[in-house]
């Protein structure tokens, strides 16, 4: 069976966290790309870089990588398959997932140890415009 392709967005991204209580901040439905979640206990956004926020804590500089899909539902493994060639290399990782498909976020200072783990793996990686 042949490995995914996955393809290294073109944006480097910030994981905001608010209390769960606070609004959503407008500005971040103006990103070309954005993730949102809220559970009891936080809301975390994940936006680029270029997008400043007030949250309570932040953490800039990551890239992030799309395994193309769709993905269906009935599919397994990919992401443990993906983040245990990264974990091997002690690369760690922050993942999201949407109805589609998986973005696998890693900080920037260890995209290309990713990128060139995950292609001796047998993953194509394509480089995004």
Known sequence: MSKQSLELMKEAFTIHSFDPSEQIPEK???????????????????????????????????????????????????LSNISGILAQEKISIFAISTFDTDYILIKQEFIENAINSLQQDGYNIINGQ
């Open 28 to 78: 971040v439905y103006s990103a070309t790309v954005f993730f949102i979640a809220k559970t009891y206990d936080e809301l975390s956004i994940v936006c680029p870089d270029s997008i400043t926020l007030n949250s309570n804590e932040s953490e800039s500089g990551w890239a992030a990588l799309e395994v193309l899909g769709p993905l269906g539902f009935s599919m397994t493994g990919i």
